[in-house]
C-alpha cells in the first residue's frame, strides 16, 4: 500500500521561511518524479516545482523561481521544498505528488496548509 505524507506547514510572516516534507512509502522512490503542488482557495491546483529521475532535474513555477527549492534523498524516501520570501500569495494547501508516467497511476499526500500573514 502507498502512503504519501507531507508535514511542515504552518503559519508565517511575509518574508519568513517553511521547509516542507514529504516522505512516500510503498513505491520504489527512486523511480519516480516527484512534485510539489498547491491549492489555493478558490483557484485551481498548480505545479510549484517538481525534480525528474534519473537526472535529478529542477523546474519551477515562475511565481517561485528563486524563492523556493525543490530537493530529494532517495535514500529516505523524501523530497522537500524549502520555500524563502514567502508572500501571501503563497498561501495554499500544499501537495505531494509522486509521478511514474502518463499511462501509471500517481499518488497523493493529504496536504498541508501553509498560510503567510502580511
Known amino acids: 500500500q502507498v502512503h504519501v505524507v507531507e508535514s511542515g506547514g504552518g503559519l508565517v510572516h511575509a518574508g519568513g521561511s517553511l521547509r516542507l516534507s514529504c516522505v512516500a512509502s510503498?513505491?520504489?522512490?527512486?523511480?519516480?518524479?516527484m512534485r510539489w503542488y498547491r491549492q489555493a482557495p478558490g483557484k485551481e491546483r498548480e505545479l510549484v516545482a517538481a525534480?525528474?529521475?534519473?537526472?535529478?532535474?529542477?523546474t519551477y513555477a515562475d511565481s517561485v523561481k528563486g524563492r523556493f527549492a525543490i530537493s530529494r534523498d532517495n535514500g529516505k524516501n523524501m523530497v522537500y521544498l524549502q520555500m524563502n520570501s514567502l508572500e501571501p500569495e503563497d498561501t495554499a494547501v500544499y501537495y505531494c505528488?509522486?509521478?511514474?508516467?502518463?499511462?501509471?497511476?500517481?499518488?497523493w499526500g493529504q496536504g498541508t496548509q501553509v498560510t503567510v500573514s502580511s
Open positions: 505528488n509522486a509521478y511514474f508516467g502518463a499511462y501509471s497511476p500517481d499518488y
Open positions: 510503498g513505491i520504489i522512490f527512486r523511480n519516480y518524479e
Open positions: 525534480v525528474a529521475v534519473p537526472s535529478g532535474r529542477t
